[in-house]
C-alpha cells in the first residue's frame, strides 16, 4: 500500500503558523470584489470569519487513508463492480448515505434516497425458436447452440423469406454501402458480424481498429432501418471453421433495437446460403478483397423465428445528503458511484466479459471525493450557500441518475449556484487535472485561478460544460458546472482498474483545491450560466463510442437526454448555432422521425445521422407538448 508513507506531507507548516497568509494575496481581491456583491448583507466580520475557515480547512487536505479507505471499499471484490440493477449497487449506496449520516449532512425529502427507474438487462424466455426451410427441406435449430437471441433483440416472430446483405454495414464515408440496390423490407436480412479486411492493418474500415459499424446495435438498428423484419449475424468465419454462437450476455446498444436479432452458427450459416446457391467463404472473401457488396434474394430459403426476451424496470437510488446554509441557494458536489458490475457492456476489455471491473478510478475516487469534502464541509460553520452533496447511478448506463435528477430536482434548481462534478480523479500523472465547464459560469474562470493550485497543473480547455459524465446533465439545465478528471488510463473500463493503482497523494491534493473553490462558490458572488458555443464533436450526442467513424457525420447540435422517453429522442438541449438550433429545435422536444424515418431510440438517431452527408436537408418530426412538429434541417459539416 503505496500511499501511506507520504501521509500528510501537502500540509505546508508555513500556512497554519501565518493564519491565511500562505494564500496567494489574490485571495484577498476576491475578498474585497466580495464586500461589493449581495453577501454585503450578512456582516462581513463573519465573512472573514467563513474565509478563513474555509482557507484553513483546505490548508489541510483530507487524510488520504481515510480517502483511500472508500475506494477499498467501493472497488473491492464483495461490491463485483457496481453495476446499475445489482444487489452490490444497492450495498455501495447504503454505505454511502452512512457515511453521510456519519458526516452530520441531512436528508433530503425525508430520505438520502432518491429512487428511480432503469431498464435493466435482458432476460431470455422460454420460447426462442428458429426453424430454416431450406430447399424444402425442415431443419430446427437447438436454442444456445445454434443460436441465440442478441441482448437488444426486440421481442417477436417472423416468417418469410431471406435476404443476404454482406455485413449489413451502410458507410458513407468508406463509400461501403451493402443496401445499396437491394430491398430488404419485410424480410430477414442474413449477415457476417464485424466488418470487411478485420485482419488488415490497411482495411478500409479504419485497419485493424473496429468502427461503430462492427458492433451488433449499429447492424440491427442498421437493417431496421432499412425496413428489414428480423436479422441473422452469422458467429465469425474464421481461417478455419467457424467461431462459437456467443453466450447471451449483455452487449453496448439500445435497451431494445425493435426487431428480433439472433446470432447464427457459422456452419447453419453455410447450410442456409449453399440451399440458395451460394458458398459462405466465397463470399466473405470476395467483399474483403474488393470492397463490392454482393447482396443478393435468397432463393429456397424460408426462414421462422420467434425471438422471446424480457427487460426487468428495476428501481436504483441517486444518495442524497445536504448541509444547510443561511440563504436557499445551495452548491451541488456530485460523483457517479456505479461502474460496469461485470463488464458486459462497454467494458474495454470485452475478453474478460463476465469479470468484475472494479472501477477504483471510476468512479469510486470520485465518490470517496464527494464523501470526504462532506465530512470537511460539516465542519464550516455559518455556510452562506448549502451543499448538496449526491452520488449517481446510471452514469455507464447514460447519466441516467443525474438526468433523472435534473429532471425531477428535489431542491430548485434555480437556486442551484453551480455544480461540481468528480469522475475519475484517482490517476493524476505529472500533476495534470482536466478542470471542464469554466467558461459555463461568470466568475468561475477567476475562482479557479485564484484558489492555491497545491503543486498541480489544471488544463481548462474544455470550457463548454458538455462531456461523457453527469455535470452535462446539469449543463443542459443551464446551471454552471466544473468537472475535474484526472484523465484516461490503460485500465479504464477494464477489470484491472483497481485500487491499488489510485495516487491518493494527489487526489487529496486535487479534493483541498476542489474544496477552496467550492469554499468560494458558497461564499462569493453567485456566477450568472454563460451558453458556450459548443465544440463541433458534441453535436452527435453520441457516448462510448469505439473509435475513428464517431467522429463521422454532418454536424446536428442536440444534446440527448439518455433516459430515453417511451418512444423517440429527447433533446436535452440544442445548441446554439447549429442546424437544428437554425430550424427552431429545442430543448424538451421529442424527435420521432428523421429524413422520412422512424426513430425509436439514440440508436436510431445515430445511425440515420451517420448515412447523412454536410449539405444534405432533411426533415425532421419532433412532438412538441403532444403536438407534432415537422422541420427542415439543413446539416453542416463539422467545423
Ligand atoms: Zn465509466
New binding site residues.
Partial sequence: MRLIRQARTTIRPQALANGQSALPATRTESHAANRTSPARSSSPMRLILLTLTTALLWAAPPAEEAYLSHIKFLASDKLKGRGTGTPELEQAADYIARQFKDAGLQPVAGSYFQRFPVTTEAKLGGKNRLTLTLQGKKLSLKFNQDFVPLNMSGSGEYSGEAVFVGYGISAPEYNYDDYAGIDVRDKVVVMFRREPQETDDKATFNGRVYTRHAQFDSKVTNAKLHGAKAAIILSDVLSSGYGEVEKFAKNAGPANAGIPAVMLDGEEGEKLLAAAGLKLRELHTAIDADLKPRSQPLPNVAVALRADLSREVRQVRNVVGYLPGQTDEFLVVGAHYD?LGLGQQFSMAPNFAGKPHFGAD??ASGTAGVIELAKQFSAVPNRKRGILFMTFAGE?LGLLGSSFFVNNPQLPLEKAVAMINMDMIGRVKDNRVFIGGSGTGTNLKKLLETTPDQGLKFDTSETAGYGSSDHTSFTTKQVPVLFFFSGLHADY?KPSDTWDKINTTDAVKLLAYVGGVAGKLLAEERPQYVRVLPPQSAHTGTVGSVSGSSGYGPSFGSIPDFAEPPKGVRFADVRDGTPAAAAGLKAGDIMISFDGKDVANLMDFTVLLRQKKPGDEVEVTVLRNGQTLTVKVLLTARK
Fill in positions: 461502474h471510476d468512479n455507464e473500463h
